[in-house]
Nanobody, 123 residues
Framework: QVQVVESGGGLVQAGGSLRLSCAASGRTRSVYAMGWFRQPPGKEREFVAAINWLGGTTYYADFVKGRFTISGDNAKHTVYLQMDSLKPEDAAVYYC????????????????WGQGTQVTVSS
């Protein structure tokens, strides 16, 4: 089993920045990718960004390109999401997920999920 824990959410003014952190632990030999998804109030969960260490590839949703940056450490199974120029519409519960070698932008690729961290953006 793999445990995933996120941290770093909070309240920020529009235009500000936040950095989310996530760590996977346990049987992490099966983890080749980690990603961030979010669920805004009253909406479905959506993809934000992901990193696949096997392919050396990062993925971003169009609405965060140029504002958010994903980075991580494969050896430590940690991933970060640097969020800049935050907008009120970025407010959501942000979830970190860990997946296998084929994991990309699709939530179904990820077997392990954290509990989520709240990000609130005031206008």
């Amino acid at each position: 089993q793999v445990q995933v824990v996120e941290s770093g959410g909070g309240l920020v003014q529009a235009g500000g920045s936040l950095r989310l952190s996530c760590a996977a632990s346990g049987r992490t030999r099966s983890v080749y990718a980690m990603g961030w998804f979010r669920q805004p109030p009253g909406k479905e969960r959506e993809f934000v960004a992901a990193i696949n260490w096997l392919g050396g590839t990062t993925y971003y949703a169009d609405f965060v390109k140029g504002r958010f940056t994903i980075s991580g450490d494969n050896a430590k199974h940690t991933v970060y999401l640097q969020m800049d120029s935050l907008k009120p519409e970025d407010a959501a519960v942000y979830y970190c997920a860990a997946g296998g070698p084929s994991a990309t932008m699709y939530s179904g690729n990820y077997a392990y999920w954290g509990q989520g961290t709240q990000v609130t953006v005031s206008s």
